[in-house]
C-alpha cells in the first residue's frame, strides 16, 4: 500500500516536539496498525550464531576491525547450539527466531551449519525461522528456503544519501541483489535500519520512503547504542520522545509493514517502550541482541498484553511465516498450545546471552582508522564494484 503521507507531510510531522502534538501523532499510528493488523503481535528473538572479527567498517558496529572496541568473538555455532537457543526462545514466548552471522557474507561450511541449524529448529520447534546471513546469491537463498527459513534480514541501515558516512566496504547494491535474492526465493525480506546515526531529519524520511518502494514484509527499527571505541560511539542516546514520534511517522509511510522495535530500545526508550508500541509496533526483539542484553521476554509479553495485544501463539505458528494470530489469517480464540505451558518456566536450554557466552578479545595494537568516505568529486567504491560483480557472486 503506498505510504499515508507525501514526503513533505512527513517532513512536518518530523518538526514536532511539543509533547501533546506527538500523542496526537501516536494514536493516527495506532490506529493504522490495528486497522490493518488488529490485536496481533510477532515477537522475535536472535542468537548471534557468530560474532566478532568483522572486516567491513560499520560505524555503529563494536565487531568491526575498525574499531578501538575489545572484540566480542565466537566461532560459528554448531547446528546443535542453534537448536538448543531456539528451544530457549520458544520458551521464553518468542513466535519467531533469527540466527545471525556478523560480516558481508560465509564460507561454505559455516553456511552448511546455518542450513543444519534451520532444519534443526524446523524440525524440533514450533517457531517461524529467519536468517541474517549478510550478502548472499540466488542459488544461497534458494538453499536458505528450501532449509526451511521463511524470512531473510538484510538492513539498509539508513537513507542512501547518507550510506557512506556508516559503511564504505558493505556496497548499497550489494544489499538491494540479496533483498531481490531473498524474494526471486519465495521468502519474506526483513528491511530496516538504524536510528541516531548522524543523519538529517529529512534523511530519516528518505529512508522510510527507500524502504516503501522497497516494500518488506517487516521492517526493524534501531536505535543507536554508542558503543566506546566506534565512530558513533559518542554520539547521544536519542530522546525517547523523538524516538517515538520517528517510529509513528514510519508507520504512516510504511502502513502495511510488519514492524519491531530492536536494539537500542531499552537504552534509548526506558519507560517509554509502552508508548512506542502504540505508534505502531506489531512486536519487539525480545530477550538480548547481538552483543548487548535487552528486557525480560516477561517484562516484553506483559507490556504487549496490557495494551491489548495478543501475544499467543496458534499450534501451526512454525509453518506459517506471517503473524500466526493476525485477523483475516486464522478466526476464532487463539488456544493454548503444549509450548505455551513453557513460558515462564526455567527453559531446559541456554536464552542468548552475550554476558556470558560471548568471549572478549582484547584488541593488540591500534585499529586501522576508519576508511576515508569518497569525495563528492568520486565515483563512491558501491558504484564503481556494482559494474564489477559477476553475476553469481557470494555462492
Known amino acids: 500500500m503506498a505510504p499515508l503521507v507525501t514526503f513533505d507531510e512527513a517532513l512536518e510531522l518530523g518538526e514536532i516536539s511539543d509533547r501533546d502534538r506527538i500523542t496526537e501523532l501516536v494514536e493516527r499510528a495506532w490506529a493504522v496498525r490495528t486497522e490493518r493488523f488488529a490485536n496481533s503481535t510477532d515477537m522475535c528473538s536472535l542468537v548471534n550464531a557468530k560474532s566478532g572479527g568483522c572486516a567491513e567498517d560499520c560505524g555503529f558496529c563494536a565487531q568491526s576491525r575498525y574499531a578501538e572496541a575489545d572484540t566480542p568473538m565466537h566461532a560459528m555455532m554448531e547446528p546443535e547450539q542453534i537448536l538448543e537457543h531456539a528451544r530457549a526462545a520458544e520458551a521464553a514466548g518468542a513466535h519467531r527466531f533469527c540466527m545471525v552471522t556478523q560480516g558481508q557474507g560465509l564460507g561454505k561450511r559455516d553456511f552448511e551449519k546455518i542450513l543444519a541449524g534451520a532444519r534443526l529448529v524446523a524440525e524440533h520447534t514450533n517457531l517461524k525461522r529467519c536468517a541474517s546471513v549478510g550478502h548472499i546469491s540466488?542459488?544461497?537463498?534458494?538453499?536458505?528456503?528450501?532449509?526451511?527459513?521463511?524470512?531473510?534480514?538484510?538492513?539498509?541501515?539508513?537513507?542512501?544519501?547518507?550510506?557512506?558516512?556508516?559503511?564504505?566496504?558493505?556496497?548499497?547494491?550489494?544489499?538491494?541483489?540479496?533483498?531481490?535474492?531473498?524474494?526471486?526465493?519465495?521468502?519474506?525480506?526483513?528491511?530496516?535500519?538504524?536510528?541516531?546515526?548522524?543523519?538529517?531529519?529529512?534523511?530519516?524520511?528518505e529512508m522510510a520512503f527507500e524502504l516503501a518502494e522497497v516494500d518488506p514484509t517487516s521492517v526493524p527499527i534501531n536505535l543507536l547504542n554508542p558503543r566506546a571505541g566506534t565512530k558513533f560511539g559518542d554520539r547521544e542516546l536519542m530522546d525517547p520522545w523523538e524516538v517515538v514520534k520517528w517510529i509513528a511517522i514510519f508507520r504512516l509511510i510504511l502502513p502495511d509493514a510488519l514492524f519491531r522495535l530492536c536494539g537500542g530500545r531499552v537504552e534509548n526508550l526506558a519507560d517509554l517502550q509502552p508508548l512506542a508500541v502504540k505508534a505502531g509496533l506489531n512486536g519487539?526483539?525480545?530477550?538480548?541482541?547481538?552483543?548487548t542484553l535487552g528486557a525480560e521476554p516477561a517484562e516484553d509479553r506483559e507490556m504487549f498484553t496490557e495494551l491489548g495485544l495478543d501475544v499467543a501463539r496458534q499450534p501451526d505458528n512454525g509453518s506459517n511465516p506471517r503473524p500466526d494470530n493476525r485477523s483475516g489469517w486464522l478466526e476464532?480464540?487463539?488456544?493454548?498450545?503444549?509450548?505455551?505451558?513453557?513460558?515462564?518456566?526455567?527453559?531446559?536450554?541456554?536464552?542468548?546471552?552475550?554476558?556470558?557466552q560471548l568471549r572478549v578479545i582484547k584488541r593488540k595494537g591500534a585499529a586501522p582508522?576508519?576508511?576515508?568516505?569518497?569525495?563528492?568529486?568520486?565515483?563512491?567504491?558501491?558504484?564503481?564494484?556494482?559494474?564489477?560483480?559477476?553475476?553469481g557472486w557470494g555462492d
Open 138 to 205: 540466488a542459488g544461497r537463498a534458494a538453499e536458505l528456503a528450501d532449509a526451511g527459513i521463511q524470512r531473510v534480514h538484510h538492513n539498509v541501515e539508513t537513507a542512501r544519501s547518507y550510506y557512506e558516512e556508516v559503511t564504505t566496504t558493505v556496497r548499497y547494491e550489494g544489499r538491494m541483489r540479496t533483498i531481490d535474492a531473498v524474494r526471486e526465493a519465495g521468502m519474506e525480506t526483513c528491511v530496516g535500519g538504524i536510528l541516531n546515526l548522524g543523519e538529517s531529519p529529512r534523511q530519516r524520511v
Open 332 to 356: 476464532g480464540e487463539t488456544p493454548q498450545t503444549p509450548v505455551d505451558e513453557l513460558i515462564d518456566r526455567q527453559a531446559e536450554a541456554n536464552f542468548w546471552d552475550p554476558s556470558t
Open 369 to 391: 582508522g576508519y576508511p576515508e568516505r569518497p569525495s563528492e568529486a568520486e565515483p563512491s567504491r558501491a558504484a564503481v564494484e556494482a559494474e564489477r560483480a559477476p553475476a
Open 284 to 291: 519487539v526483539m525480545m530477550g538480548n541482541f547481538l552483543t
